[in-house]
């Protein structure tokens, strides 16, 4: 699903004329910069609100990447290293502003707000793709395809800091998609179609000692898309999404595991997510691969690696992808992207107390087993009154704020389609980093703690402005009930906390507020509270937001302050 959306998306800007906002005016409800900056500026703290438009059309082309910010992202992967944050990501932006100038390009940041571009690993395709390609397609009987016409795709790497010989490096794990046919090695078009299925990715990996410099040491090849269905690559139509391939070699996300052992997790769409145990030192499978393929899955998961959760038991086409996995107070949490990235994408999370699984959501659905879909919801499309809201909100990254216990959330958003009266707003993508609040299951369960990103993206408001009070949060919020509804906007309804400990609008009933713990208990539902920027504000400005969940409740709540 995500290359059918890819391929369209890229396909049709790659003539785009760019409309849209200066960095002084914009269509209604897209907020822009202040004539007068001093407007982001708190009076009495030393803090400026960032300004920069998230329609940033007017700045898309090559030529204005040092403006970008975090303009043209889409499925990142940051990791600290030498005093910088440093984020690489799909190779996709808007208009093809990417094209000819390499894959994987970075951006880098001291603060998690402000952002400036950095190059990436490499510009052609490694040597060792075409290879790989035509000495699997060797042993599986078909001729090479020539190098020149394989059609490469490059997306979703993931990047980490590692200790490697007592040298600390950055590691990155990159997926190389190949579209030609499987039967006949002609590029994937209706017109070539042959009965067979489009051809595997790569997975290869590359590390750095200068990120800065774009200095990167390739390492080749790490796995493959693998089959349990033998040499029986054909397909009955373009229609059929049944799957030749159990794994997908795409979506890598890599973890060391508190005992020192090191782990690939990768998968999707397909049977689902994939754990491979690989070697500490050269980052490497742990045991030889073989052939990609099996006659079963079992034959398949001894070599390729062990199924560690699916969304929907048996189904070649599960509707899930890009796992993201840390280890957090006992559990391996694995963040997923669920449906295809234009509108729908969401996001969801399950954990597990082992790397092997079984994974289990909020209410006690085996992931691992596939039992349905996951909760709690991490985000979703939504809209507050203000502004266009936004869409694709998925395929994230996790990471922890260096020498704190603080942990963000970072992904892609994307403008809704026909925003301002641009035809290709849904290909605006802006790097989103939120903060990640760590709430309650229930008001039973103080300490059955799980991860919600804040609605309101990341500004680094400081702590100068104190403690968060009981007196603050009486007032007018906007209260949004982030459920599941397929492409859908979950939009914000007003709601009111009253002195005497009532609500009313959204919510009724009663509502009380623990500070100590930052915990807002909102009927019977608890919600984390934080200081955030009110991004649909005009001018934006500091305000206070919460999320958290309940776990019969299959939604999230998400709210900000609007008096």
């Known amino acids: 699903m995500k290359l059918k959306y890819l391929l369209i998306i890229l396909i049709s800007i790659t003539s785009l004329t760019f409309v849209g906002c200066s960095d002084d005016s914009g269509p209604t409800g897209i907020v822009t910069k202040p004539e007068d900056p001093d407007d982001n500026t708190d009076p009495d703290i030393d803090f400026t609100i960032p300004s920069y438009p998230d329609d940033y059309s007017a700045i898309a082309s090559w030529n204005n990447r040092d403006e970008w910010n975090l303009a043209n992202v889409h499925d990142p992967s940051v990791a600290y290293y030498n005093g910088y944050y440093y984020m690489y990501a799909t190779d996709a932006s808007y208009g093809n502003a990417h094209e000819g100038h390499g894959h994987f390009q970075g951006k880098r940041s001291t603060d998690l707000v402000n952002w400036e571009w950095v190059g990436g690993p490499f510009y052609d395709a490694p040597e060792w793709v075409a290879d790989s390609l035509n000495s699997i397609r060797s042993r599986m009987g078909l001729d090479a395809i020539a190098e020149d016409n394989i059609q490469y795709g490059y997306w979703a790497p993931v990047v980490r800091r590692v200790n490697v010989g007592g040298q600390e490096i950055l590691r990155m794990y990159y997926s190389v998609v190949i579209f030609n046919y499987i039967e006949s090695g002609k590029t994937n078009s209706a017109e070539n179609f042959d009965g067979s299925w489009t051809e595997r990715a790569f997975i290869g990996m590359c590390e750095s000692t200068d990120p800065a410099g774009a200095v990167w040491e390739d ?19 373009l229609s059929d999404w049944s799957g030749y391939f159990y794994y997908n070699a795409i979506d890598p ?18 049977s689902g997510f994939a ?45 899930s992808e890009a796992p993201e996995v840390i280890y957090k107070d006992g559990y391996y949490y694995l963040f997923m992207a669920y449906d295809g990235l234009d509108v729908p994408y969401n996001t969801r999370v399950v954990r597990s107390e082992n790397i092997e699984g079984p994974y289990y ?51 892609q958003g994307r403008l809704p389609k026909n925003v301002g009266g641009n035809a290709y707003s849904n290909a605006i993508m802006m790097g989103h980093v939120r903060r990640i609040v760590w709430c309650p299951a229930s008001v039973n369960e103080p300490n059955n703690l799980w991860p919600i990103a804040l609605p309101e993206r ?73 200081r955030e920027v009110d991004w649909e504000a005009s001018p934006r400005a500091v305000t206070l937001v919460y999320a958290g969940t309940e776990k019969n409740l299959d939604a999230t709540y998400w709210g900000k302050k609007t008096e």
């Not at 996300?253 to 397909?270: C, E, F, K, M, R």
């Open 219 to 237: 390492k080749g090849f790490v796995t493959t898309s693998s089959s349990d269905r033998g040499l029986d690559y054909s397909r009955s139509s």
């Open 253 to 270: 996300t890599y973890i060391v595991a508190p005992d020192g052992n090191h782990y690939l997790i990768h998968g999707s769409w397909h």
């Open 275 to 319: 754990l491979l145990q690989v070697d500490a030192t050269t980052g490497k499978p742990i045991n030889p691969l073989g052939n990609p393929w099996a006659d079963s899955a079992s034959e398949l998961a001894e070599r390729y690696g062990v199924r560690i959760g699916t969304r929907t038991a048996g189904s070649r086409w599960q509707g």
């Open 361 to 411: 959501d909020i209410t006690g659905r085996n992931f691992t087993d596939g039992q349905g879909d996951s909760y709690p919801i991490v985000t979703h499309p939504y809209k507050f009154s203000e502004g266009y809201g936004w869409v694709g909100i998925a395929h994230c990254c996790i990471f922890q704020k260096e020498n704190t216990d603080e942990w963000f959330y970072m992904s």
């Open 458 to 530: 990341y500004a680094g408001v400081p702590e100068e402005y104190g403690a968060i009070t009981e007196d603050e949060l009486v007032g007018t919020w906007e209260h949004i009930n982030l459920s599941y509804h397929y492409a859908q906007q979950d939009g914000a309804t007003g709601l009111t906390l009253k002195s005497d400990g009532t609500m009313t609008g959204a919510l009724t009933g009663n509502w009380s507020y623990d500070e100590s713990n930052k915990q807002l208990t909102l009927g019977n539902v608890i919600v984390c509270v934080e």
